[in-house]
């Protein structure tokens, strides 16, 4: 994966995967590179592996705080002919108008994504436990199951 690589030893998503989801997304005008980045995070959602959590019944809930970081890295860029910030005054006002369910992190049923898990940064990424890796292998297993129509 050339995005969300933070994800590649603990996901079955593959790029074409991403690029199929989002080709129709268009950047936001006069987004920084810390409004571009966190507009990623969020699309790879899609490659966490931990979406049971957070993707139910083909609805994504973000975590209001992580709703309030892209209102603040994004407030000036453009969306609708206006700045953001002049659109919504606070982050869960914002996901929620982008169709998205809004929780608080403290209820851990929330996508949210930790800028120190980015490894294109500079960090060292996230631990991965062999337990992790084979909880992976086994749910990759099932969905390629359930896509072929046998589970």
Not at 26 to 33: A, I
Not at 111 to 129: K, R, V
């Amino acid at each position: 994966m050339k995005n969300c690589t933070w994800y590649k030893e603990e996901s079955c998503c593959t790029q074409i995967e991403i690029d199929e989801t989002f080709k129709n997304m268009k950047p936001l005008q006069g987004s920084t590179p810390a409004c571009q980045r966190h507009v990623n995070y969020l699309m790879c959602y899609i490659c966490s592996p931990h979406q049971y959590i957070f993707y139910i019944y083909q609805k994504l809930t973000v975590c209001e705080e992580f709703c309030d970081a892209i209102l603040t890295h994004c407030q000036d860029a453009i969306l609708k002919g206006s700045r953001i910030k002049d659109l919504h005054s606070n982050g869960a006002q914002f996901c929620k108008s982008r169709n998205l369910e809004v929780d608080r992190k403290e209820n851990g049923n929330c996508f949210y994504f930790d800028e120190t898990e980015d490894n294109t940064l500079g960090s060292s990424g996230s631990f991965i436990s062999q337990v992790g890796i084979l909880s992976l292998t086994i749910l990759c297993f099932l969905i390629q199951l359930s896509v072929a129509g046998l589970y």
